[in-house]
Antibody, heavy 119, light 113 residues
Framework: EVQLVESGGGLVQPGGSLRLSCAAS????????MSWVRQAPGKGLELVAN????????YYVDSVKGRFTISRDNAKNSLYLQMNSLRAEDTAVYYC????????????WGQGTLVTVSS | DIVMTQSPDSLAVSLGERATINCKSS????????????LTWYQQKPGQPPKLLIY???TREYGVPDRFSGSGSGTDFTLTISSLQAEDVAVYYC?????????FGQGTKLEIK
């Protein structure tokens, strides 16, 4: 059974940093692109970042470029999102999601971890 | 950037009746070389992550009940639930995967009348 479990969310002050983790199991992690998708409270979905199978290709939405870094450790079956210079508008539930092979469709999602940026 | 616009924002339908949700893209998401529409639908129930329902605009994901169907091509798409069940109460999102940034619609909230 595919499982994605996020951790690392919490309350952080504007300008602060946070590192999210996603532990994957039930599939061959190194075969798949992985993504972080966020959802602000009561709002819709936004793809934040993608990373390819070996970590050599990365995509970021414009609003987080230069502030967020996506990475992965295939030996640990883990995905990460380092978030720096956090802003109030980054407040959201952050989901780890597996990308269908060949296209950017998300077939499995974690339960999400809440990041709140507030003073 | 491709903007995805769903209509209506919310919808109330009686149990057993048909529910129809529309999604319009600001540019065509039909890829001419393979004649496929790069459009997917997700269902998000309260307190849960989204769930993949339909991809390539009309292909149901494994395990999705056949009362869910997708149609459309180019820029106009529809998600139809043929006979609404209580467990279908959710927010539904369309998403284009034709070009970056891969964008979602704003969501349509489906409730029971």
């Amino acid at each position: 059974e595919v499982q994605l479990v996020e951790s690392g969310g919490g309350l952080v002050q504007p300008g602060g940093s946070l590192r999210l983790s996603c532990a994957a199991s039930g599939f061959t992690f190194s075969n798949y692109w992985m993504s972080w998708v966020r959802q602000a409270p009561g709002k819709g979905l936004e793809l934040v970042a993608n990373v390819n199978q070996d970590g050599s290709e990365k995509y970021y939405v414009d609003s987080v470029k230069g502030r967020f870094t996506i990475s992965r450790d295939n030996a640990k079956n883990s995905l990460y999102l380092q978030m720096n210079s956090l802003r109030a508008e980054d407040t959201a539930v952050y989901y780890c999601a597996r990308v269908v092979i060949g296209v950017v469709i998300f077939d499995y999602w974690g339960q999400g971890t809440l990041v709140t940026v507030s003073s | 950037d491709i903007v995805m616009t769903q209509s209506p924002d919310s919808l109330a339908v009686s149990l057993g009746e048909r529910a129809t949700i529309n999604c319009k893209s600001s540019q065509s998401v039909l890829y001419s070389s393979n004649n496929k529409n790069y459009l997917t639908w997700y269902q998000q129930k309260p307190g849960q992550p989204p769930k993949l329902l339909i991809y390539w605009a009309s292909t149901r994901e494994y395990g999705v009940p056949d009362r869910f169907s997708g149609s459309g091509s180019g820029t106009d798409f529809t998600l139809t639930i043929s006979s609404l069940q209580a467990e279908d109460v959710a927010v539904y999102y369309c998403q284009q995967y034709y070009s970056t940034p891969y964008s979602f619609g704003q969501g349509t909230k489906l409730e029971i009348k």
